[in-house]
């Protein structure tokens, strides 16, 4: 994407989505071609051969630092799809976040059309769907897709893709949660090993230290566990009833699996049930992410998943989530 492109970007989005896509900066040209230039982001567009500079196509990898890309803002004209634009758009900036020795990759896959599942996992055998963010975004009207949107929010994948060897770590953590990760796990060769019990002979420190931020756009919140204590329940159930009552209706805590006492981190009594996992997310610690939803009635007879494993794990992430509601 040059300067050029980047208002074309702009009413690409606005053709599609009208003025409700999630990442608002994408509708400011100067301002998402800054963030390019600042090394935030990398875009790929698709020029239309019509001798306008039509822009019909785009696609993006946000950088999470220096060795994580988080792939997204796939967009594809209308007009112009079931060409493989998509896939190569990807194809191409897979190959330049390569040269910039960019490690791992995440992204959250449409779950109303298997494209975007099948970029995931058909990068490599090594690339994984880890879970499913449930009514994580607020809805918007795309005519292409409207039989198959979820009514009231949208849920997305989550997905990972290693691009290089991937550290042998033990995962830490709490046995309801690592049942789905099993389920996560069975198709590839990830050198992780599950432990769901906290040896006899660590203690966990008195609190918990927590952080959170909440967008109020898209009514969503993120709850970082740094520190897990004996507390931990309480204080994520005390930060959880502050962000909703600021409005949150999707609610996501990380918790890191690097130490015995994630083991202890159950808070499925408290409304959260698993989302996903992302390993080396934070620096080389691995993430649970697990979901708090205001509203758990999931519209899931709307959801278009590549496979058979798929369709097993989403069936699990949404029984969960049916019975954190249930306790909490």
Known sequence: ?????????????????????????????????????????????????????EV????????????????????????????????????????RIVE??????????????????????????????????????????????????????????VGFIPLAEMQAHDVWIAPEYAEILEIVLAPVDWPRQLITEMPSDHSLPDESTLSSDFDEAVMKAAIEVEVIGA????????????????????????I????????TASLIDHGFSFAGFLPEMRGHTDLLLLQWIADPRIERDKWALLNDHLERLADAIVDQAHLAAERR
């Open 1 to 53: 994407m040059t300067a050029a492109d980047a208002p074309g970007v702009a009413d690409l989005v606005r053709r599609t989505y009208g003025d409700t896509y999630g990442h608002a900066r994408i509708y400011q040209p100067e301002d998402f071609f800054a963030d390019q230039e600042a090394g935030l982001h990398t875009s790929e567009v698709v020029i239309a051969d019509n001798g306008e500079g």
């Open 56 to 95: 019909v196509g785009h696609c993006a990898f946000t950088f999470h630092g220096p060795k994580v890309a988080e792939g997204g803002m796939v967009i594809t004209d209308e007009r112009y799809r079931g060409h493989g634009i998509a896939s190569r758009m990807e194809a191409n900036l897979m190959a």
């Open 100 to 157: 910039r020795e960019i490690k791992w990759v995440m992204a959250e896959p449409s779950i109303i059309h298997t494209a975007s599942q099948e970029m995931i996992i058909g990068h490599s055998d090594q690339g994984a769907i880890t879970g499913v963010r449930l009514k994580e975004f607020t809805h918007f009207d795309l005519d292409a897709f409207a039989d198959h949107m979820e009514r009231d929010r949208i849920s997305v994948a």
């Open 231 to 254: 507390d931990l329940a309480e204080a994520v159930e005390a930060e959880r009833d502050a962000l909703a009552a600021k409005g949150a209706k999707f609610i996501e805590v990380h």
């Open 256 to 263: 890191p699996t690097n130490e015995p006492s994630a083991a």
